[in-house]
DNA sequence: TTCGTAAATCGTCGAAGGACGATATATATG
DNA sequence: CATATATATCGTCCTTCGACGATTTACGAA
């Protein structure tokens, strides 16, 4: 090892990688885009629309909220989950500047 | 099986899922990067860039040719790889569709 | 408080990912 | 042909992912 002096993976392709990662799952493009259409906000329909079991569904939100893409906000015994703008239109910006 | 009615992940959803996954590591980003700056081809300079064996760095090659954004032309004992503008134009196009 | 619904968490399982060294393949050159 | 170099492939080892059912947690309503 050591061949020359470039160790770090660039906090950048990490990010990007990151975010890559949390769309790189069929069932979680398919959330964002069920997200993207209905501008309010959906509950317990999405484990609905998807053929997953509820445990799954819930994990794959998690994913989603963990790489900014996805906010969740409480609502009674439910929870209203959102399309994060802002985490889309970054994740945008990162791929369009490919 | 069939609990519902909607088994099929929307061909679209997958395309992107797939794509995202060849980015989803860091060290594919980079290689996308290190060919998207140099205009021209690079061969075994990527294993020296990335700290990573030789043998590993052939398999992100790999995966990143297989997912279509990168193409690899035999040239003498080594090879050129080139990033596929095609490919990489089309995955920009999904996500900023998102 | 008790009940019902929605969501998260836990534990488990099998599949896939990622890394490596060793080896095989291909090609230009001596 | 023998050698040197560049890639690909193979086999192995761990880790992570993705799915599930079961359970726990949180809240509103009766």
């Known amino acids: 090892m050591s061949k020359r002096t470039a160790p770090q993976p660039l906090a950048a392709d990490e990010?990007?990688?990151t975010l890559a990662k949390a769309l790189?799952?069929?069932a979680r493009v398919r959330v964002l885009?069920?997200?993207a259409r209905r501008e309010g906000c959906i509950g317990c329909d999405i484990v609905?629309?998807?053929e997953l079991a509820q445990s799954t569904v819930s994990e794959h939100l998690r994913i989603l909220k963990a790489a900014g893409l996805?906010?969740?906000e409480v609502d009674g015994p439910r929870i209203c989950?959102?399309?994060s703008r802002d985490g889309l239109a970054h994740f945008k910006a990162?791929?369009?500047a490919l």
Request: charged share 25%; glycine share 4%.
């Open 15 to 17: 990010e990007l990688a």
């Open 24 to 26: 790189a799952h069929p």
């Open 33 to 35: 885009r069920l997200l």
């Open 48 to 50: 609905a629309d998807l």
């Open 70 to 72: 996805v906010e969740g």
């Open 81 to 83: 989950y959102r399309l």
């Open 94 to 96: 990162l791929v369009a």
